[in-house]
């Protein structure tokens, strides 16, 4: 369903426009969203005279915000021709990638898990199987480079913020609040629900072309590893294993 909230154009500063597709977390509004990057990039693509000045193009749960060089750029004309291409921004777009990713459930790596477990009348292994059997969506990145913002979370496991956030937490935690998933790709603060860890890298600067793991429009879906397992694939990706090992192709 598209959304019937009103396109919004707003000028960020001199040298971005953001376009607002809705107010919420919505599938259907960040289809709009990443349709709309997706016919961005492919005017870029194409070198539209417009698209020339465009330095980046940054999607969020509800709107894509493009920056541009306001030397360069025509910048009324830039609008306008972003609010005509957001006009089609709700059309199928092509799938992002599907990632198959390690997690390892061990106490030490998911200290939260027990009282997410106990809060919902679940064992643990009732809790890690209905998240492994889930599919989650990448809507955006933000908060730290790399930390992706997942939807997915089944409604029976939806659990609020910590009441106060740890002043430490270790990199590539996975981790829940309400219906959004993620994973710190550095040790920070944060408040969310610790319940495991990956072995994957999800910010990696060896990938100069994109440090970033996951993009928005992907989808990831995790599977459960023991201790030994995600030791030896940590030190596999400390060596060079390819990120292509837990990307899954389609029609594989």
């Known amino acids: 369903m598209i959304s019937d909230t009103p396109l919004r154009l707003l000028a960020l500063g001199d040298s971005a426009w953001t376009l607002e597709f ?76 599907l990632w198959h990713l390690p997690v390892c459930f061990d106490a030490d790596f998911g200290p939260d898990l027990p009282r997410l477990a106990d809060a919902k009348g679940l064992s643990q292994d009732e809790v890690i199987q209905r998240l492994l059997a889930a599919t989650f969506h990448v809507y955006m990145l933000g908060f730290q480079p790399g930390f992706p913002y997942m939807g997915g979370v089944p409604p029976e496991l939806h659990m609020p913020r910590l009441p106060a956030p740890r002043q430490k937490v270790p990199a590539q935690s996975l981790a829940v609040t309400g219906e959004m998933c993620s994973v710190y790709p550095w040790e920070s603060p944060g408040g969310w629900n610790l319940i495991g860890r990956t072995p994957v890298v999800l910010f990696d600067l060896r990938h ?32 060079g294993l390819p990120r292509e090992s837990f990307l899954k192709v389609p029609g594989a």
């Open 208 to 239: 100069a072309d994109q440090p970033a793991l996951l993009a928005a429009g992907d989808d990831v879906r995790w599977y459960a590893v023991d201790r030994a397992t995600h030791d030896a694939l940590a030190a596999g990706i400390a060596q």
């Open 22 to 97: 809705g107010s919420t977390i919505d599938p259907a509004i960040n289809a709009r969203v990443m349709g709309l990057a997706a016919r961005v990039a492919q005017a870029r693509a194409s070198e539209e005279p417009l698209m020339a000045s465009v330095t980046d193009v940054v999607p969020t749960f509800r709107s894509l915000t493009v920056h541009y060089d306001p030397l360069e750029a025509d910048a009324t004309a830039l609008g306008e021709r972003l609010r005509v291409l957001a006009q089609d921004g709700h059309q199928a777009m092509q799938p992002g990638r």
